[in-house]
């Protein structure tokens, strides 16, 4: 790694200084082009208030993405080619030389200074390697201290004599302290993370990752990728984060920003099938039941139980005469439409045009000539809408799964060779609410109730979904993700070890055929970035209990040191407040992560000592630097220090022993710089 040394800094042949001095012109450029934005005069424009109003909104925002942040440095890297690039691969510009950082900046001409970390030209910088070092001669990745641009570290991957080297910048980077939310990895992507952010926008990839292998930082590079190479069709068609929990959701909305996407929606899968508040809970055999795919079909059968076939003709009277259709030509009708596969909404609306169609079929076969605004109105005729209301019936999904879950014969009717009379005795209401607004609908009902809205009008897709802590989904869950992205495409995330739900996946290939994506790639992740190899090595004792066909991660990070397991002698709760003291020694965020059960006994605990604390989701600050986080929320947060209470009540929060220990798991790869583990009962077996 080079510094600067003083004499030559001053003469301005020292090459950090060069480096120094393109990074003050490229700030210099990237403000003249926020003040060009800034200056651009709406009076100008013409058009209805609503298009300056939109015009305003997206000047806004190009203003905001062209905010230079003082702690994120311009430009992370440099890659010099051995040839000269052409234009349309390198945003414009040309020549051998290129930085890249995480936003175009250009000069007054118009000039690259910096290129997009997603443009064509800066993919070498991920993947050249010395075995394909991809036309780049040098790979120059720089170091920043406080803003300031302080080193730089050369590969010359063409050189032979040169030997492989650790990365000294790449090392420090994985290693700063975590403070806040997520923040993005753009300066340091590695070769097979970059593989999948960048993998075509029209196919599905699906990452098994274990524990920190980067798999959330992965799925968001990629979206900010996919936002590149397809702006236009993305940003008409939207694109989607789901997370598992709101404090997962405000963990990580920060990195898209940063990278200056502003226009990703986030949401939990909750949050997308709002169509009835949930406020109720269910047992887990029941929601076990609710979330399998069967009750998919046994919807299908709900949705179009209304459907009746007719036993009279529909006669329709215009002027003097009378034409009728038969009642068997109006159950072929209906049994046509029953027998498509198009939504029962579009087809009550096919019905009427598809019976005057038969109508001005007589017609003709008499010598009129009628036309289109003839076979509107015979739609329109009471007698057609009479026979569409009898027998092809509107149907309201609110009402029908209310009526599903209290009416045993109708359930038992829709059930039948589906589901066996145990089960339907599960998910049937003990006592059911009369009506569905004052029904205390569960998480699992309320994606009921969108499978019978999406069978009545088609769900509409998004042009990419990114589907994150995946492996707790249940297949009626995948299939409400699948409906917004069916003409789209997705990228699922998760791992099988970690899953915590009765439903939770077991095999992804089924997992994606739910989703309707079964040509997606699978692609695994192994190396570590998060948890330190000691602290890995010892969570990965439960591999063979919770998910046995999973081998374990590595780790990028030795750290020794960095796990304690403790046997508690004295007072266990001051013990444990004294452990979270101690880590508050340390630079960087602390968790102290305990059974759901036992967080009020830490909260007051924590609060009598004056240990100000947090929730998940919630921003520390200088004075809170302790999360307390319930066992159930820590999935996919990490703090630089965990402390970890009492295992086994960990373990025993969970309804089964499996998921007791993956909770224990996700608890225990929560850490980034060291874990303690204290203990007063005997820890579970593997562990002890
Ligand atoms: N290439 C990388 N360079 C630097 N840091 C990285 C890299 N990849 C991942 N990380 C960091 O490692 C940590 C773990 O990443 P992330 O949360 O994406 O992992 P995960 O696989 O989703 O973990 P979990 O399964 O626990 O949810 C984060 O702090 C992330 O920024």
Not at 77 to 101: K, N, P, V
Not at 257 to 273: I, R, S, Y
Request: with cysteine; net charge negative; aromatic share 4%.
């Amino acid at each position: 790694m080079h510094s600067p040394t003083t004499d030559a800094a001053a003469a301005g042949t020292d090459p950090l200084q060069r480096e120094r001095d393109h990074l003050a012109s490229s700030r210099a450029a990237l403000r003249a082009m926020r003040e060009d934005v800034e200056s651009l005069d709406l009076r100008d424009v013409t058009g209805t208030w609503v298009s300056a109003a939109v015009l305003h909104n997206q000047i806004q925002q190009r203003i905001a993405a062209l905010a230079d942040l003082a702690h994120t440095p311009l430009f992370f890297g440099r890659l010099d080619y051995l040839h000269a690039i052409s234009e349309e691969l390198a945003e414009g510009g040309t020549g051998e030389r290129f930085y890249i950082g995480r936003r175009h900046v250009h000069d007054a001409d118009g000039d690259p200074m910096v290129i997009d970390w997603r443009a064509p030209v800066s993919q070498p910088f991920y993947r050249a390697s010395r075995k394909d070092p991809m036309d780049v001669e040098r790979r120059r990745r720089f170091g920043y201290t406080a803003g300031e641009l302080t080193a730089y570290e050369d590969e010359h991957l063409t050189d032979p004599a040169e030997g492989d080297t650790r990365s000294a910048l790449l090392a420090a980077e994985i290693e700063k302290p975590r403070v806040g939310p997520m923040r993005d990895i753009v300066a340091t992507i590695q070769p097979e993370q970059d593989e999948i952010v960048r993998a075509d926008v029209s196919g599905t990839v699906c990452v098994q990752g274990a524990p920190g292998t980067g798999k959330t930082a992965v799925g968001l590079h990629r979206v900010a990728y996919l936002l590149y190479a397809h702006r236009e069709r993305l940003a008409r068609t939207g694109t989607l984060v789901i997370g598992p929990n709101n404090s997962f959701l405000q963990y990580i909305e920060q990195v898209l920003p940063a990278l200056g996407e502003l226009d990703v929606a986030q949401a939990t899968v909750q949050q997308l099938v709002g169509h009835v508040e949930v406020r109720g809970e269910d047992p887990a055999a029941a929601a076990l039941v609710k979330g399998d795919a069967r009750m998919a079909e046994v919807l299908k059968r709900a949705v179009r139980s209304g459907i009746t076939l007719p036993t009279e003709p529909c006669v329709v009277v215009r002027g003097a005469r009378r034409w009728r259709v038969p009642a068997y030509e109006l159950t072929g009708i209906i049994e046509e439409l029953q027998g498509r596969e198009i939504r029962y909404g579009a087809a009550a609306e096919a019905l009427p045009q598809r019976i005057a169609h038969a109508v001005l079929v007589k017609m003709e076969q008499s010598g009129e000539a009628p036309d289109d605004r003839v076979q509107d109105s015979v739609a329109r005729n009471t007698a057609v809408k009479a026979v569409v209301k009898a027998c092809w019936p509107p149907a309201d999904p609110v009402k029908l799964v209310h009526r599903l879950l209290s009416d045993a014969d109708f359930l038992a009717r829709c059930a039948d060779g589906l589901l066996t009379e145990e089960e339907q005795r599960t998910i049937l209401w003990e006592k059911p609410a009369r009506s569905p607004r004052t029904t205390r609908w569960s998480a699992a009902d309320a994606v009921l109730v969108d499978e019978a809205t999406d069978l009545v009008q088609r769900t509409p897709s998004l042009g990419h979904v990114v589907l994150d802590e995946a492996q707790d989904l249940s297949p009626m869950q995948y299939r409400a993700v699948g409906r917004r992205c069916s003409t789209g495409s997705a990228t699922v995330l998760g791992d099988l070890a970690q899953g915590t739900t009765p439903w939770a996946t077991t095999d992804w290939p089924e997992a994606l055929r739910h989703l309707g994506k079964s040509d997606a790639h699978i692609e695994e992740l192994t190396q570590g970035f998060r948890v330190p190899e000691e602290v890995i090595a010892y969570a990965s004792r439960l591999l063979p209990a919770i998910a046995p066909g999973l081998a374990p991660a590595t780790s990028v990070r030795e750290a020794p040191g960095s796990l304690t397991v403790r046997r508690v002698t004295g007072d266990h709760v001051t013990e444990v407040v004294a452990a979270c003291r101690a880590a508050l020694g340390h630079e960087g965020s602390t968790g102290l992560i305990a059974a759901d059960a036992r967080i009020p006994l830490f909260a007051e605990a924590l609060a009598e000592a004056g240990l100000p604390f947090v929730e998940p989701g919630v921003e520390t600050t200088a004075e809170a630097r302790l999360t307390l986080v319930p066992a159930s929320l820590a999935k996919g947060l990490e703090y630089d220090y965990v402390v970890l209470d009492e295992p086994a009540e960990v373990v025993a929060g969970e309804p089964d022993e499996r998921t007791g220990l993956r909770r224990l798991y996700v608890a225990l790869t929560r850490a980034v710089s060291g874990l303690q583990v204290l203990h007063s009962a005997p820890l579970p077996d593997r562990l002890g």
